[in-house]
């Protein structure tokens, strides 16, 4: 028998409120303001990597070591947020060999975050990989707090009878604390979801709700978006979004505590 409601949150930009920035590794520029999924998108052959580490790990490390080598020595796991095209770990680790990235580089972008969010929830780091030049164009960082409705609108759904679901490319590090700050199981929370790992959970979740409610605001929550029974696209966060993923939702949103009013009309 099937159960009422599920809604499946993306975390970064849609549960959290996100600074992120960006280091351009051709000319060294710093970028803050950017979308993580949009630079993989911007070019076929891209890869979101990130590290299965602390935060405490990195910052140990010989600030001038290669993350090569970084990842060697500690035994570091490394996993794909998000690509562009299908991607596997084997070449991006093959990638990130290839390149001069350092712990420095890693380590530039957080400090930029953590001083400009000193009371973030999690801090977390990337590396965008890309087969066309076998390059490291961009490493980032992101960090990220509740937004002010966000618990108010978890407790409200789940008074309503509906099952909460969390699908992130965000590490089970991060998550965790998300998971356990919201009072939400943790076999509800899915990490390193891709896009189309994102696609999968929402249709595997259609048998077993009457009703799935995929609530993103990136590119990577795009399949997502078309594959629930009701797509919604909030826009809190504030950054631009293109027209394609716009028009993959049902609703549009300006904030997370709207999603309550959709329950509500039913």
């Known amino acids: 028998m099937q159960k009422n409601v599920a809604v499946v ?88 060999k290839g390149s001069e990235l350092r712990i420095s580089d890693i380590l530039q972008v957080v400090d930029r975050v953590k001083a400009r969010c000193p009371n973030i929830f999690y801090v977390a780091a990337g590396i965008i990989v890309d087969r066309n030049d076998y390059s490291v164009p961009y490493v980032l960082s992101t960090g990220g707090r509740l937004f002010h409705d966000t618990k108010d609108t978890i407790e409200k759904l789940e008074e309503r009878g509906a099952d909460i679901y969390i699908a992130s490319g965000d590490s089970m590090r991060n998550l965790e604390q998300l998971a356990k700050c919201l009072a939400i199981p943790m076999d509800r929370v899915f990490d390193i979801a891709t896009t189309r790992e994102k696609e999968r959970i929402i249709l595997e979740l259609k048998d077993k709700y009457e009703k799935v409610l995929m609530v993103g605001d990136g590119m990577n929550d795009i399949l997502a978006l078309r594959a629930a029974d009701v797509g919604v696209m909030t826009i809190q966060q504030g950054d631009e979004r293109p ?24």
């Not at 904030?255 to 009013?261: G, N, P, Q």
């Open 243 to 266: 027209e394609k993923l716009m028009k993959s939702a049902n609703v549009i949103i300006n904030y997370i505590k709207e999603v309550v009013d959709l329950i509500d009309r039913d």
């Open 9 to 96: 949150f993306d975390s970064a930009g849609t549960l959290l409120h996100m600074y992120r920035v960006a280091k351009d590794m051709g000319t060294g520029q710093i970028i803050t303001g950017i979308d993580s999924t949009g630079l993989v998108a911007q070019r076929k052959g891209r890869a979101l990597i990130v590290l299965h580490t602390e935060p405490s790990v990195v910052l140990s490390a010989d600030h001038s070591m290669r993350v090569s080598d970084f990842i060697d020595e500690y035994g570091i796991t490394i996993a794909i947020s998000c690509a562009s095209d299908p991607f596997s770990v084997d070449e991006a680790y093959d990638i990130i």
